[in-house]
């Protein structure tokens, strides 16, 4: 793929991406509840929107996205992991919410669209782009070690942070309603998730055809 390709590929990702998260922010700011009936302080609600492991991911795709449509074979020592962190995360959020969030969402309206575009839509679209755009290769173990601390602080948080106020961005990790093992087998099980596709993506990343260097 020539990098004038590649960067519009890369510039629908980016433009997705950022529409996604700004009608989200616009549905939070007007006081539209997702998951709840309550809707609580304003200051809450901006929290809890930057809290949800999907805002977070879709705003690192988005950044890189955006990156990469200025230099389609950008590089650098902490953009590899930052990106890397952007791409499995992206892909955990719509698998994630695919096997464990879709059963136990009834949207409609508004709400319904922009979580089609975080949790399907931008994730498609990230994985797609990376397969026929990279650049690569990007990728290490060492890489992957760095872009693992997000979603691992990210849990240590979350837990620490719903330990203490009693709110917790998704079902599966909250204790009380599920019990403390079940929330253990929940976080080892993403935990392995990461994996997996941490070392997909380490080992694709090397086998697939590097981007073309043509501007």
Not at 12 to 20: G, K, Q, S
Not at 51 to 59: G, L, R
Not at 139 to 154: D, F, G, Q
């Amino acid at each position: 793929m020539t990098a004038s390709r590649a960067r519009q590929l890369h510039l629908v990702v980016a433009l997705v991406a950022t529409f996604a998260l700004t009608f989200q922010t616009a549905l939070v700011l007007s006081g539209e509840a997702v998951l709840n009936d309550e809707v609580p302080p304003l200051a809450t609600r901006l929290y809890r929107l930057v809290a949800y492991f999907t805002i977070q991911s879709n705003v690192l795709v988005a950044v890189t996205a955006w990156q990469l449509w200025r230099d389609p074979l950008r590089d650098g020592r902490w953009w590899r992991p930052v990106r890397l962190a952007a791409l499995v995360g992206i892909t955990v959020t719509g698998l994630v919410h695919f096997v464990l969030l879709r059963p136990l969402l009834d949207l409609s309206g508004a709400n319904w669209v922009v979580d089609k575009l975080l949790h399907i839509v931008v994730p498609v679209l990230a994985v797609l782009a990376w397969v026929l755009a990279g650049p690569r290769p990007r990728t290490t173990w060492r890489t992957a070690l760095e872009a693992l601390l997000w979603p691992l602080l990210w849990t240590a948080w979350t837990l620490v942070v719903g330990g203490l106020s009693g709110w917790y961005p998704y079902p599966f990790l909250d204790h009380r309603r599920n019990g403390v093992g079940a929330v253990v087998v929940a976080v080892l099980g993403i935990t392995v998730l990461f994996l997996l596709l941490f070392a997909a993506v380490v080992a694709l990343d090397r086998r697939l055809r590097p981007a073309s260097r043509a501007r």
